[in-house]
């Protein structure tokens, strides 16, 4: 690649990414994955089918969830990009560049579709 | 992030060091999150459909082995944290406050009482919606 590269865009995308997980994934992951099921009551109720329509209730958190969750997705997979070719996993870096960003792709339509557009 | 690749050290050279074990399970922790968005989206998109499709997902969700991976993706979670949190002061330009360069140990713990805060708003916020 000669000249200017599309990396500065994904890098920009992926620190914002990086700033969103660091500061919300642990308590997302603590409520939805560990209190909840863990039978801890409020937490439950708000994990259940009715209590996580009420969580998503508001539009503006469905369309904040939808941007940091996909934010997030990048920042994950631009890492993952770059840690499979520093593992030595004998696929060109291109490919493995335009899976895992085809991969956030994905997820990030999965959120919208699930989130924005209903 | 493209960081010269050293071909002579093998692909196991994340157990030569402690620095680099440190590195590996950073980047190892994004593996982690990848995961946990991928669940996260099912669920939201299964609340979208039925109370049965859902049910059907959570007992998947919550099955004691995916809680276990759960607990897993926390601790890389935490660590994603802790790492980014750390790496902020050099990535930062320097910021100043009346001519005075702000010291890295004021960053760091700003941006940890930051995360306490956020992690408390939205703790609570679904401890209340759960509540009521």
Partial sequence: MTGRSSEAIFWSLFAAGGVLAALLMPITILSIGILGPLQWQWFANATSFTGIQDLLDFPLVRVITAIALTLISIHAVHRIRHLIVDMHVPLPPSLVAFIAYAAAFGVAGLIAVSLVLI | ?132
Wanted: glycine content about 6%; aromatic content about 16%; charged content about 10%.
């Fill in chain 2, 1 to 132: 992030m493209n960081r010269p690749l050293d071909r002579r050290l093998g692909w196991t050279w994340w157990a030569r060091k402690g620095s680099y074990m440190r590195v590996f399970l950073r980047e190892l922790s994004a593996v982690f999150l990848f995961v946990e968005v991928v669940l996260i989206a099912i669920l939201f998109h299964k609340a979208g459909q039925d109370a049965t499709t859902y049910v059907e997902y959570t007992n998947f969700l919550w099955h004691p082995l995916m809680v276990a991976l759960h607990f897993l993706a926390l601790a890389f979670a935490l660590w994603h944290t802790v790492t980014f949190f750390l790496l902020a002061p050099s990535a930062l330009p320097p910021i100043r406050v009346v001519g005075r360069r702000v010291p890295s140990f004021i960053i760091v713990s700003q941006q940890f009482m930051g995360m306490v805060f956020v992690s408390l708003v939205i703790g609570s916020w679904i401890a209340w919606v759960g509540a009521t």
